[in-house]
């Protein structure tokens, strides 16, 4: 268990703080690694200084000296650990290595939504400045015309959605048969909302003699099989026992009647003054409802079209997605409510709140959700609304990052309803609804024996 968490009065106001510039803290040790001991030429090492890396992260460290020796590596990271560069120049130096053969897609990267695509594909541009690698991003609910005339001029690196990918091979203008390395990023995810048959088809595409590199921040079975089925004798390179953590974000959760919860994110808001948060909400419906709530109080207290809540998932156009994302990326949107599709791997450095609104469903949805905050380092602060009938999932989710999130409570805030009052419960109280507290379950019955049986607490 980690050390206790200093009271919340002496916590340090997080509005009051101003977000620090590009500072990588969480990197290899000062003493660690460095870009120049990982075996990459004087070309990329020129492009990493371009664009202002000093030192690598562990996962980048641990990764590219393996990747680049062109063995198939499977990389375990939870988000935030600078796993896009670890595949990203690892490409770049095969790319540098071997000129130009036949013309051709010589690296393909999939990823599991079109922002990520985006990202991805920044990340790619940042790196191989000075270079005349070329990558294009390709994926859903953008016009296609636009997409298949870049890939017309041979980039020879593509990132894209598995089903767009696919959609591209078929009408021939994606080719894949001078492909030399693929890298599935994020492959639990792509695997958790439904690719498997379009990845697996792309894969069957790729040439044998490939390399393929694997990043997730889980390997549930799932993943594992795609491994064995589609790699050659992988190396599973594990960092997320050190990292699962979250260490440099305080996490909190309230106790709160599902009828209370908006009431509660007003007030949350309003103490915390967040530079930038993201609001998680499971549904999309629940999303829009949220955002329209706090659209309808921001337009209140503002000049009528200054509104600074934006919201974003699956159901919305591609156009209005990505003038989202790049209005919340400028900072001009301050607060995102968002479902967990598009929330993951978002990279945003302004984000000092996490909210979540909802319980995430899965619990590795919690770890990527909270990880939007505290990239690389920088503070963060993530905040879990709890109703009672979800205290064991909460449990679930501490005993994944092997930390309790801390209770917290907002002052004057009554977090149930009346008949909490008649039951004579103060706000949080575990028989706050009116019932008799839920027995706990044996730890080891959920969690299967011998662990956690210490962090197995309260029924809320
Ligand atoms: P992950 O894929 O593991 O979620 P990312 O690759 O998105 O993480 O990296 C998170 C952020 O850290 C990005 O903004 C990226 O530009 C930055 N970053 C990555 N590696 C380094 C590094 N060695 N030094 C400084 N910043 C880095
Ligand atoms: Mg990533």
């Given amino acids: 268990m980690s050390s206790e968490r200093a009271p919340q009065s002496k916590r340090p106001l997080r509005s009051a703080k101003p977000v620090k510039a590009a500072a990588p803290v969480q990197l ?33 460290a641990g990764l590219i000296p393996r990747a680049i020796t062109g063995i198939d590596v499977l990389g375990q990271a939870r988000t935030g650990t600078g796993k896009t560069a670890s595949f990203v120049l690892p490409i770049l130096e095969q790319m540098a290595k071997k000129p130009q053969g036949p013309a051709g897609v010589r690296a393909l990267v999939l990823v599991p939504t079109r922002e990520l695509a985006v990202q991805v594909r920044d990340e790619f541009e940042k790196l191989a400045q000075g270079s ?35 959609d591209h091979m078929s009408r021939g203008t994606l080719e894949l048969r001078a492909l030399e390395i693929i890298t599935l990023d994020e492959a639990d995810r792509m695997l958790d909302i439904g690719f498997r ?16 590199l694997l990043l997730s921040a889980t390997v549930p079975p799932p993943v594992a099989r795609l491994a064995t089925r589609y790699m050659r004798d992988p190396e599973i390179l594990d960092f997320s026992s050190r ?46 409802k949220v955002y329209e709530k706090l659209a309808r109080r921001s337009r209140r207290s503002r000049d009528a079209d200054e509104v600074d809540v934006a919201c ?9 997605r990505d003038r989202v994302m790049k209005q919340f990326r400028e900072g001009k949107v301050r607060l995102l409510v968002a479902t967990d599709v598009v929330g993951r791997g978002i990279d945003v450095s302004g984000i000092s709140h996490i909210v979540n609104y909802d319980v995430p469903e899965f619990c590795d949805d919690y770890v990527h959700r909270v990880g939007r905050t505290g990239r690389m380092g920088r503070d963060g602060v993530a905040y879990t609304f709890v109703t009672p009938e ?15 999130l801390q209770r917290d409570e907002i002052d004057g805030f009554v977090a149930f309803d009346h008949r909490a009052e008649k039951s004579n419960a103060t706000p949080g109280q575990t028989h706050a609804t009116g019932e008799e507290p839920a027995k706990p379950k044996p730890a080891a019955k959920l969690l299967g024996k011998g662990r956690g049986a210490k962090r197995f607490r309260r029924a809320l």
């Fill in 243 to 288: 990292e699962i953590a979250v260490e440099t974000i305080e996490q909190f959760y309230f106790t709160v009647d599902p009828t209370k919860k908006f009431e509660l994110l007003q007030r949350l808001l309003e103490r915390e003054q967040p530079q930038q948060a993201i609001v998680f909400c499971r549904t999309k419906r629940g999303t829009d």
């Fill in 197 to 212: 048959p379009d990845i697996e088809k792309i894969l069957r595409h790729c040439p044998q003699s490939r390399q393929t």
């Fill in 132 to 166: 005349n690698v070329h990558c294009v991003a390709v994926y859903g609910g953008k016009p296609i015309k636009s997409q298949i005339d870049k890939l017309a001029r041979h980039p020879q690196v593509v990132v894209g959605t598995p089903g767009r990918v696919l």
């Fill in 390 to 404: 979800e205290g064991p999932q909460l449990t679930r989710i501490e005993v994944r990052i092997d930390k309790l």
């Fill in 312 to 320: 974003i998932h699956g159901d919305l156009a591609q156009g209005l």
């Fill in 28 to 60: 290899a040790d000062s003493d660690g690694p460095l870009f120049d001991d990982l075996g990459l030429s004087e070309a990329t090492l020129e492009a990493v200084r371009q664009a202002g890396y000093t030192q690598p992260t562990p996962v980048q």
